[in-house]
């Protein structure tokens, strides 16, 4: 048997989708192929991994309060609008207050550059608030990743736009981020509304995973 | 031909609804985690889908298999949430925040020293990472044949893809985690489940 073959018939001999004789062909060939046996070794081991990675259960009385939104649809469109305020505390995200100026009631932000610190490798998400005096509707936002920061699910793109309505006061921004090495830019949120821009930065520290062996 | 009335919300609805749907929600929300991979997602992703079955009540009174049935309404519609994020770039914004917790963080639970939790903890980071590189329906096919356990008979009613587009989809999934996760974190972590 050729390496390519093998290889291309590797999955089913681990979804035990084969039948004997090839099933032997393939293991004849893995008794003398290093290269093929890392293959088989690797994919075993990935699988294993797969098996065991636990997905955590809904928080106590999410069922109950997701029927219960299902069956009253009142509740259902305020579902987004209701969710409690996040604490500071949680691990692994950041909260960051921005009151919005210009064509938002301005509020004093205490430091010109807001900042945090993300772990290198690690999704977090950076939770950016922006308080509008009014409801607005059909306001830009752009945003600019500075680079080896990524958006989630969004490859090397580095400048990302679209149109979204401000409600008034709190409006939540949800940004998964991931590091893949020192930051040197800010990253820029551009909002721009009826011919009114404001700009924030963030300035994004990076750490290293520590224990992770990276 | 009899007219098409709506479903009207009695307390029998409502009851036969959530009597229906009671035993597969912890079930679709740790399918929906591990289709996106983030737990407010997966919220989002059941809310949406318990919102819209609702009213189909009746229908749903009819299916045999509802598990399955459901698991594939679920999946269409986490691919289209995928491609709506996609066509208008991310990021809801939405009045107040919202009660996280962020999947990385839930862990279970452990009875092994630290050095080892540290590295299943890493295992754990590094598998979520390569896997939201997939795209939805590679990691659909991935997460409901590789971790649930459905062959590729099933899927293939399940997903309404026919088995060799499955078993493609599958090879390609296998092949760009091997790329993204090299044999060293995967033995690491062989160790530590063994140990």
């Known amino acids: 048997m050729q390496c390519s073959a093998f290889s291309s018939q590797l999955d089913d001999y681990l979804d035990g989708r084969l039948g004997n004789t090839q099933q032997r062909l393939i293991e004849g ?57 996040v604490s500071l505390a949680l691990a692994a995200t950041v909260m960051l207050g921005v009151a919005v100026g210009l064509f938002f009631a301005w509020q004093p932000v205490s430091a010109p550059v807001q900042s945090v610190t993300l772990t290198l490798q690690r999704p977090e998400t950076v939770r950016v608030v922006f308080n509008s005096a009014k409801p607005l509707k059909g306001a830009t936002l752009s945003l600019g990743l500075p680079e080896n920061v990524e958006l989630v699910g969004y490859g090397d793109r580095r400048e990302l736009s679209w149109k979204t309505d401000l409600q008034q006061g709190g409006n939540l921004l949800q940004l998964p981020l991931v590091v893949r090495g020192p930051a040197r830019d800010d990253l820029v949120a551009n909002l721009s509304h ?18 992770t062996g990276m | 031909m009899a007219p098409v009335l709506p479903y009207r919300r009695t307390r029998a609805a409502v009851t ?24 407010a997602d997966a919220e989002d992703l059941i809310q949406d889908l318990l919102v819209k079955l609702y009213p189909r009540t009746r229908e749903l009174l009819d299916i045999e298999l509802l598990r399955p049935w459901l698991a594939r309404v679920l999946y269409h519609q986490y691919v289209d949430s995928v491609r709506q994020r996609t066509r208008s770039p991310i990021v809801k914004l939405v009045g107040g925040a919202e009660d996280d917790d962020d999947p990385l963080d839930t862990f279970p639970s452990m009875t092994d020293g630290p050095e080892a939790q540290a590295e299943r903890h890493s295992l754990r980071e590094r598998l979520l990472d390569a896997l939201s590189r997939l795209n939805p329906e590679q990691r659909a096919v991935v997460t409901m044949h590789d971790v649930e356990g459905y062959s590729l008979e099933e899927l293939e009613s399940i997903l309404e893809t ?34």
Request: hydrophobic fraction near 40%.
């Open chain 1, 194 to 211: 009826g011919g009114s821009t404001k700009i924030f930065r963030l300035r994004i520290e990076v750490k290293n995973a520590g224990n």
């Open chain 2, 162 to 195: 026919p088995v060799g587009t499955l078993k493609s989809r599958l090879h390609r999934a296998r092949q760009r985690l091997r790329e993204l996760l090299p044999m060293e974190p995967l033995s690491v972590g062989e160790r530590v489940v063994s140990a």
């Open chain 1, 29 to 85: 060939h893995l008794e003398h192929c290093q290269g093929c046996r890392n293959l088989h070794r690797h994919s075993v081991a990935l699988q294993r991994a797969l098996t065991a990675l636990s997905a955590p259960m809904p928080h106590p009385g999410f069922v109950e309060q997701a029927l219960s939104r299902a069956t009253r649809p009142e509740a259902g469109a305020a579902w987004f609008r209701g969710r409690p305020l």
């Open chain 2, 16 to 39: 036969n609804f959530e009597d229906l749907l009671r035993p597969h929600v912890e079930y679709l929300y740790q399918l929906a985690w591990r289709f996106s991979g983030s737990v």
